[in-house]
């Protein structure tokens, strides 16, 4: 099985939509919405999530005397960059994927966008344990590519 990894596919890219997954999602046909995806650049959406380096308070566990370099304050904030995941209350997940950057920012304006082929993106989808791709999330159309569908794109 050939693998892929999730990169930005060039510099040339403007963030518009193809044509073909466009189409097919505005005419809701889920078969013809697979067949775009394989061969279509989506974005999936990257953000920053806060993660603290050390807890407040001294390394002995008393909160009201602070760490050393923390000169008052309490710990150092820090943060990574994270793909942007989808979960439901049974423990399901899913990777929204955008057909373009205007789709992005309609769901999300603060999340940066990150062109990836539609093959790769389920196929990494799949490999992380995830249960679908949802595509373009706010609209103006939606669709879901998971099951046995989403396996079949996965295997390409």
Same mark, same amino acid.
């Given at each position: 099985?050939? *693998? ?34 394989? *061969?279509?650049? %989506? ?89 679908? %791709? ?10 879901? %590519? ?11």
């Amino acid at each position: 099985m050939k *693998r892929e990894l999730l990169a930005p596919s060039g510099q040339g890219d403007h963030g518009g939509a193809d044509g073909a997954l466009r189409a097919a999602l505005d005419a809701g046909d889920e078969q013809s919405v697979a067949t775009a995806l394989v *061969r279509a650049r %989506v974005f999936v959406a990257i953000e920053a999530r806060r993660t603290d380096a050390d807890p407040p308070g001294d390394p002995l566990g008393d909160p009201d005397v602070d760490s050393p370099g923390d000169a008052g304050t309490g710990a150092e904030k820090s943060s990574e960059m994270v793909l942007v995941t989808l979960w439901v209350p049974s423990g399901a997940t899913a990777i929204p994927a955008f057909s373009g950057v205007d789709t992005l920012a309609r769901w999300r304006r603060t999340a940066r966008p990150v062109a990836v082929p539609g093959h790769a993106l389920c196929a990494q989808a799949v490999r992380d344990g995830h249960s679908a %791709v949802v595509l373009d999330i706010a609209g103006p159309a939606m669709a879901t %590519v998971d099951g046995e569908l989403l396996e079949r794109i996965a295997a390409l």
